[in-house]
């Protein structure tokens, strides 16, 4: 499995003029390594909806590429959206999920039969051109070009190492949501 920010800087290295739309423990990470946020528009608070943005932004933006991180219980919450996009087959669209198997930004729970579905399969079956899955950084290092030059929508299963991010949702008690289950969790043990 890769560490998520090396996986996330390589696409930041070759983005050139991308639109990008981050979400989720993805955007946090993402605020953190790239260079140009002005073409950016990430996506918080609205867990399961980059993907549905991001289509209304590669239609309407058919001459550049976007590109988004999504996170693997993220597009989850909004599965039909791959259907969506399969079916407008925006050829400038580019999917990453960052596949850790967690709810990284509500305290780490399970993503459901996390192992028991592939997204590639799930893309690839919705009608997206193609469908890529790295777990090697050095192979997704080497890919990349060529992923990038596939005409969309494709999607790219990035597997990494689970990191919880407790920035992305806090409540009024200054607590994140993450940190608010784990410490409801000791607290009920």
Do not use: C
Not at 19 to 28: A, C, D, E, L
Not at 31 to 55: C, F, H, Q, T
Not at 140 to 155: D, H, K, Q, W
Not at 161 to 168: C, Q, T
């Amino acid at each position: 499995m890769m560490n998520q920010k090396d996986a996330l800087s390589l696409i930041e290295k070759i983005r050139g003029d991308s639109i990008v739309v981050p979400t989720m423990t993805g955007r946090t990470t993402w605020s953190e390594i790239s260079s140009d946020d002005s073409v950016e528009i990430p996506i918080r608070g609205a867990m399961g909806k980059a993907a549905s943005v991001a289509l209304g932004v590669a239609l309407a933006q058919p001459h550049r590429k976007v590109i988004i991180i999504d996170g693997d219980g993220s597009l989850l919450m909004n599965l039909g959206t791959t259907v969506t996009i399969g079916g407008k087959k925006p050829a400038n669209l580019y999917h990453f999920v960052i596949d850790n198997g967690v709810y990284g930004v509500t305290g780490g729970q399970p993503v459901p039969n996390a192992n028991g579905f592939s997204f590639k399969g799930i893309a690839e079956s919705s009608g997206y051109t193609a469908g890529f899955e790295f777990n090697d950084l050095e192979d997704f290092a080497t890919s990349l070009n060529e992923v990038m030059n596939t005409r969309g929508p494709v999607l790219i299963s990035l597997k990494v190492v689970p990191e919880l991010d407790d920035s992305a949702m806090t409540l009024g008690t200054g607590k994140s949501v993450g940190q608010s289950f784990r410490d409801a969790k000791k607290n009920l043990s």
